[in-house]
């Protein structure tokens, strides 16, 4: 069981924690942020396993994980 | 539930100012879990370059200055010999390292100055937008090179990590990549090596970051990406070139 | 554009904020002219690519912004102490050190007096639109050859990063003979090029005869001037700031204050002759320039005597001076010294 927790205001929707997710649970909505960017999110956190992947792939530091 | 991932400590908490999908925000984290990692957030001296990474004394929580464009290794090297103790570290891009820069770290390594130099090599200069660097591969449009790369007239892409492999004076080189998380676990290890040879008074310590440049690619986030697989990783191979694995 | 035109076949540079358009065209055009283009290691490589390509006869051109032009200052001195002609472009940028990527005037006295080590000069040219920048492009080859020294053509990032309207015209080729040339001794006498001296009293002589030369480098003075029949205030600016300056006087114009412009265009050698023969009959200057006081040494050369008086506005780069913040600085002196 995992969890991820996501800094959306630091997200530049770039989409390297979409590519490194192993269950492929992320994507790039359509929400935007502040600095305009479409952020990331996880489409169902039931699903995670807190392997951490997407965080160690992220080049902005967004996302935290939880196990 | 416990976290199992967080920001290091040493990286400031501020927003990095790079391109989305830019290698060096992946880099710049790996560089602060090392400085977490040994416990030298308050013996590090950085040494700042100039280029997309010239505002790496925003982001450490550590004493970090400015060295003029491609000299990180001879100042970096001046820091040392004053202050032996302290961890000293330059990290610099392919124009900074290898076009400007080339006599300082073929000096510095040969000298075996025991710094740590993390090189960050995306085949251009990035931040004035895009001209061909020492890296750029054969073929490769940029802003100088707009037919492509001619190898007659251009030369080669330089392979620092096998250059300075081969000077006496080196005690750990390596090339790595952070495209996925094999590499990216991989590349962990090897900047961890290039720390300890310093920690450890064994040397000059030198690892070769293989990044992406989305903006100045002209592609996505993940095209760039592939990129660096595709492409770059058969040209510029990834391994330990010098110095053991840890 | 300028320096193709001129017959320029050579071009050797390095990326640096705020002057990559220049190596970025060279790259795409030379070319096709059968020209060479490198894109060097670094900026002092650049500047001896130049030396060396020069030294054949061919017409060769660099270019960079302020740091890179630090590195530069060897090979300048080298370029003239050998007497070999080039081209070298300064885009100026704000320092010191890496300073920022916004226009400034600061490398006024680096062009002006010789930047690098040893008692030479090289002609500075201030260009102050995309027009002329492209004139003075063409003119710099032909005076770097008949003088047989390299010549600055001193920009700043406004004019290195602006687009202008351009009327193209032909250049009108001259001949300079080039009897000191490196092209192989074949079926004559060697030679050599050089600027080490150590005879007795040889260097001396070598200075004497540059130093001749610089001063029949006054021959290609050239300045503009403005509204200056009636004029009871003359500003004197250079480059970009001359550009603002223009609107700020004909705003001043406007409200009926005798402002007149003086710009120099050949920054070295400074025009201090017509400075000196306007201070005949006006007695109050005002030097306005994008650095901390640079220029205003040149007028006060030229005009600072008892019965003149000198102002100055200068401010460190960082932003560029609007039209009306330079009109209200000239106001402001005009008010003081003439009511």
């Given at each position: 069981m995992g969890m991820i927790e996501f800094r959306f205001e630091r997200c530049?929707?770039?989409?390297l924690c979409v590519l490194a997710c192993p269950k492929e649970l992320l994507s790039v909505g359509s929400v935007t942020n502040r600095a305009g960017y479409p952020v990331a999110q996880i489409d169902s956190m039931e699903e995670c396993t807190g392997c951490a992947i997407c965080a160690e792939m992220c080049p902005d530091v967004v996302i935290t994980v939880f196990k | 539930m416990k976290q199992v991932f967080d920001r290091?400590?040493?990286?400031?908490?501020v927003p990095f100012h790079f391109c989305p999908g830019c290698h060096h925000g992946i880099v710049h984290r790996l560089v602060g879990e090392c400085i977490d990692k040994y416990g030298v957030r308050e013996e590090a001296i950085g040494v700042a370059s100039v280029g997309c990474s010239v505002f790496l004394y925003d982001y450490f929580d550590a004493d970090v200055f400015e060295a003029p464009h491609g000299r990180g290794a001879a100042v970096a090297t001046g820091v040392k010999r004053a202050r032996p103790e302290n961890f000293v570290f330059t990290y610099q891009g392919d124009g900074d390292l290898?076009?400007?820069?080339t006599a300082e770290i073929i000096h510095a390594a040969n000298r075996g100055e025991p710094i740590t130099v993390i090189f960050v090599n995306n085949m251009v200069f990035g931040m004035t937008g895009g001209q061909m660097a020492p890296t750029t591969m054969p073929g490769q449009e940029t802003t100088t090179t707009p037919f492509g790369r001619d190898p007659k007239t251009n030369g080669f892409p330089m392979k620092m990590a096998e250059l300075l492999a081969g000077l006496e004076g080196t005690t750990f080189v390596a090339r790595a990549a952070v495209n996925n998380i094999k590499n990216l676990m991989r590349a962990k290890k090897m900047l961890q090596r290039a720390f300890e040879a310093q920690i450890n008074d064994q040397g000059f310590g030198f690892v070769e970051f293989l990044s992406a440049c989305p903006t100045n690619w002209k592609m996505t986030p993940k095209q760039a990406n592939e990129r660096v697989n595709n492409e770059m990783i058969p040209y510029f191979p990834l391994g330990i070139f010098k110095g053991e694995a840890n | 554009m300028g320096a193709i035109e001129a017959g320029c076949r050579f071009y050797f540079g390095y990326p640096i904020t705020p002057q990559n358009d220049i190596p970025e065209y060279m790259s795409r055009h030379l070319p096709e002219v059968g020209g060479t283009f490198i894109q060097a290691e670094s900026e002092i490589a650049s500047i001896n690519m130049l030396l060396g390509a020069a030294a054949t006869g061919a017409r060769a051109m660099t270019s960079s912004s302020s740091p890179g032009i630090s590195l530069k200052q060897e090979g300048i001195s080298y370029l003239c102490g050998s007497q070999i002609p080039g081209v070298i472009v300064n885009m100026c940028r704000s320092g010191p050190g890496l300073g920022g990527i916004s226009p400034s005037q600061g490398d006024y006295f680096q062009a002006t007096r010789g930047g690098?080590?040893?008692?030479y000069r090289t002609i500075v040219l201030a260009p102050h639109s995309v027009q002329e920048a492209y004139g003075l492009s063409m003119k710099a080859f032909d005076l770097a050859d008949k003088y047989r020294n390299p010549v600055v053509i001193l920009g700043d990032a406004l004019l290195g990063q602006m687009k202008e309207p351009l009327k193209k015209y032909k250049y009108r080729k001259k001949e300079f003979k080039k009897d000191w040339i490196m092209t192989g001794a074949k079926g004559r006498e060697k030679r050599r090029l050089k600027s080490l001296y150590l005879a007795d009293g040889e260097l001396t002589d070598h200075n004497w005869m540059l130093y001749k030369k610089y001063q029949r480098m006054k021959r290609e003075i050239m300045f503009e001037t403005q509204f200056?029949?009636?004029?009871?205030l003359v500003t004197v600016a250079f480059g970009s700031v001359a550009r603002i300056l223009k609107s700020a006087v004909e705003m001043a114009r406007e409200k009926g204050m005798k402002v007149g412009l003086f710009r120099p265009i050949t920054i070295y050698p400074f025009p201090y002759e017509a400075l000196d023969k306007i201070s005949q009959s006006v007695h109050n200057f005002m030097a306005l320039e994008l650095n901390t006081g640079q220029m205003i040494e040149d007028v006060k050369l030229a005009v600072g005597h008892k019965k003149n008086q000198v102002d100055f506005y200068g401010r460190p780069p960082g932003s560029i001076p609007s039209p009306d913040e330079l009109f209200q600085e000239v106001k402001s002196v005009y008010m003081k010294r003439i009511g």
């Open positions: 530049k929707g770039c989409g | 290091p400590q040493s990286l400031v908490d290898a076009a400007i820069g | 690098g080590h040893g008692d200056m029949e009636d004029a009871r």
